[in-house]
């Protein structure tokens, strides 16, 4: 059996997707499903997520320090079945590099699980203070239980 395959994208794989790849990943069967992240910028290929990213994750009992950096590029869309971004400039930046209507149907505001058609953006907390990344947290969890209700 083929595993379902999910990727997790914002702008730098350092601080939103990689919380959410661990997320999901927690959440489904890693038999049945693979968990990846990617950023639409190269700036931190290679980069484990941001130590506030980390530190967040492992108060909820995750571990994500192992992650590491990686850019998107429109060889993920024949990898991967379903493609969820954290804010509209991630969509727009995904969305360039689509090459058929299939490759954009994979695509959604991981949000809309939450709130569908809304286009409500989860914000970067890479400039702002620790609880920033709290609130992210939050708002991907409740996401990533809707995500993981929904695919299986």
Same mark, same amino acid.
């Given at each position: ?7 997790? #994208?914002?702008? /730098?794989? +350092? ?8 997320? @999901? %990943? ?17 700036? !931190? +290929? ?7 990213? $980390? ?5 909820? /009992? @995750? ?6 950096? %990686? ?10 079945? !379903? $493609?969820?971004?954290?804010?509209? &400039? ?6 360039? @590099? ?6 954009? &149907?994979?695509?959604?505001?991981? @949000?809309?699980? $939450? ?6 953006? #989860? ?30």
């Amino acid at each position: 059996m083929d595993k379902t395959k999910v990727l997790m #994208v914002c702008l /730098g794989n +350092i601080c939103r997707s990689p919380l959410a790849e661990g997320i @999901l %990943r927690n959440k489904l069967d890693t038999d049945k499903f693979i968990i990846d992240s990617a950023g639409t910028g190269n700036w !931190h +290929i290679g980069n484990p997520p941001d130590s506030r990213s $980390i530190a967040v994750a492992k108060k909820y /009992g @995750l571990d994500i320090s192992t992650l590491r950096g %990686r850019q998107f590029t429109s060889m993920d869309y024949q990898d991967f079945d !379903h $493609i969820y971004v954290m804010d509209s &400039s991630n969509l727009e930046n995904v969305l360039s @590099l689509a090459e058929s209507d299939l490759d954009r &149907s994979k695509v959604s505001m991981i @949000l809309d699980t $939450i709130f569908p058609g809304e286009r409500v953006d #989860v914000p970067d907390p890479y400039y702002g203070g620790d609880d920033g990344f709290e609130r992210v947290y939050k708002m991907l969890d409740e996401a990533c239980d809707m995500i993981s209700q929904n695919i299986r």
